[in-house]
């Protein structure tokens, strides 16, 4: 059976595109996120990301992850959770949920200040 793995280039339903470049014998990872879309009017610019990979052995081969992506550009941060899963097509996708957790400058604004969605990511075909 293939298994997932996180390392490489990934583009998700947004056209983002994440690269993760490092892992350890611990599951914690590294890579860049170039998000294509901003909830601000900042200029994008690449940023750094950091996670961990569960790594039980009962994981069959679909891990479990976690990552942060602090953003270089604005002044929020983005938590996503999923498992990178093999389609039937031997294809790898993973499969995420996100929260994206604005500044606001006071508490009476905490309410507005956290979005949620889902994002899936394909491994990006090689370009030429
Ligand atoms: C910001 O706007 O303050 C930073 C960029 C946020 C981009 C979000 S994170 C969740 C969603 N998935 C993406 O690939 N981009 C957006």
Redesign the pocket.
Known sequence: VKKCSLIGDWV?D???N?TITSMNAKGVFTGT?H??????S?K?EK?PLQGAMQKSPNQKGQPTFGFT?N?S????I?V?TGQCFVGDDGKEVLKTM?L?R?HVENIKNDWKAT?V?V?VFNRQQLQE
């Open positions: 998700n947004l056209g983002s994440m996120y998000t294509a879309v901003t909830a601000t900042n994008i940023s992506v953003w550009f604005s002044d929020s983005t996503f996100w994206l604005s979005r969605g994002n």
